[in-house]
């Protein structure tokens, strides 16, 4: 997974509760991104970053927030979690704009 | 909103068969790009091609683009058990923000 990690790669939390998905790069590329994948709205593009603190929303980003202080990481905090949050969360990175991205192993987050 | 449509929403072929997958989008773009994921992992970038090609060859896939119709089809040739996945395509729009635009994918079946 072309330098990427996510952690954690499981987590279970309770609704109410923050939660932060961290994600690393060592590709040093400059645009990073969240999705969440769920059965039956394929990949929905969370929050991405196209730079050091340099941020934008993507098309399901209410309830989440992101910070991106370094290069490599970039971070995804659900602010107060509820259920309908259970998901995939999958982080990619990408050299370009609009060009090839490269996913990271993905993140599995139950909220009860 | 999901730029591109793929079709079919899920394919099921006998090993040594060709598979076709379709995918067709709405805006102009600068890129039309196809992805495979297997259960549980993130995506892999396959091919990339641009809004001035029409046909792209790697290995046993083969991708042709025609904008006049905006649409895009995967090829896969001599398929395997092994290409048993899902296959998104994104867009890159030319007006768009930094980001792809993915379908909600096709869901291939390769039997032994």
């Known amino acids: 997974d072309a330098g990427i990690t996510q952690s954690p790669r499981h987590k279970v939390t309770e609704t109410g509760t923050p939660v932060t998905l961290r994600c690393h790069q060592t590709e040093n590329h400059r645009y990073m991104y969240w999705y969440r994948q769920d059965p039956g709205h394929g990949l929905r593009l969370i929050h991405y970053?196209?730079?050091?603190?340099?941020?934008d929303k993507g098309e399901v980003s209410d309830g989440y927030s992101v910070s991106r202080s370094k290069t490599e990481d970039f971070l995804l905090t659900l602010e107060s979690a509820t259920s309908s949050q259970t998901s995939v969360y999958f982080c990619a990175i990408s050299e370009r704009d609009r060009e090839t991205q490269y996913f990271g192993p993905g993140t599995r987050l139950l909220v009860l | 909103s999901q730029q591109g449509e793929e079709d079919p929403q899920a394919l099921s072929i006998q090993e040594g068969e060709n598979a076709t997958m379709n995918c067709s989008y709405k805006t102009s773009i600068n890129n039309l790009q196809w992805y495979r994921q297997n259960s549980g992992r993130g995506l892999v970038h396959l091919i990339l091609?641009?809004?001035?090609?029409r046909e792209k060859h790697s290995g046993r896939l083969r991708v042709t683009l025609d904008t006049s119709k905006k649409s895009s089809s995967l090829l896969i040739t001599a398929s395997r058990a092994a290409d048993t996945a899902s296959y998104f395509c994104a867009t890159g729009e030319i007006q768009g923000a930094q980001k792809l635009v993915f379908g909600q994918g096709t869901r291939l079946t390769i039997n032994p």
């Open positions: 970053s196209y730079g050091v603190k340099d941020t």
């Open positions: 091609i641009r809004s001035n090609e």
